[in-house]
């Protein structure tokens, strides 16, 4: 159920009073979302459960001290869970842990009937394009993961980012021109 702007910010001013009811319907609203912006830079299903709830938690706390005018409540949303994924991340420098190696997979046999074929090639090419997108500096791909894979607008993603339009407009373009040589010089594509 996707609510206006106007709805948004009525759930807000009475999530601000203490209602609960409310900060679970804005829950409802936007957890998918962050969720899949912060798994993008997690990787791990229940790392990513864990600061989505933190993100959360850290809303709700800090709404009651929430200024309302020219707030962009989504924006405002995904720069709380931006900063506790950065939290998590400097927490495990300080406190790096082992990982565990992978574990190759085998091919099932008759793998290679029909369409698994393809399936493998996709598989391959997914792979060889994010090994590409991993070569790319930070905030290039945080960058191209907000505006091409979350979907946010220019302007929401220099709201989210602290950023100007003209700064996210150009760090875009220099990502997609970095992407393009990174698979022109390593990769045959």
Not at 50 to 62: G, T, Y
Not at 149 to 161: G, K, P, R, V, W
Request: charge should be negative; aromatic fraction near 10%.
């Amino acid at each position: 159920m996707l609510k206006n702007t106007m709805q948004i910010q009525e759930l807000v001013q009475k999530a601000k009073g203490g209602d609960q009811g409310a900060f679970g319907e804005i829950y409802d609203l936007f957890a998918d979302k962050i969720f899949r912006f912060i798994k993008i830079k997690v990787h791990d299903q229940q790392t990513a459960e864990d600061i989505l709830q933190e993100s959360f938690i850290k809303a709700w706390r800090a709404l009651k001290n929430l200024k309302m005018e020219n707030l962009n409540f989504s924006a405002w949303l995904y720069a709380i869970a931006r900063n506790t994924i950065n939290d998590f991340y400097r927490k495990q420098y300080r406190m790096p842990e082992m990982e565990e190696l992978e574990e190759t997979t085998a091919i099932a046999a008759g793998a290679t009937v029909n369409g698994a074929e393809v399936e493998i090639d996709h598989k391959f090419l997914a792979q060889e394009m994010g090994k590409c997108f991993d070569k790319l500096p930070a905030q290039y791909k945080e960058i191209l993961e907000m505006r091409f894979i979350q979907d946010f607008t220019t302007d929401e993603t220099a709201s989210i980012l602290g950023k100007t339009n003209l700064s996210v407009r150009l760090s875009q373009h220099r990502a997609l021109k970095k992407l393009k040589d990174i698979m022109e010089n390593d990769y045959d594509f």
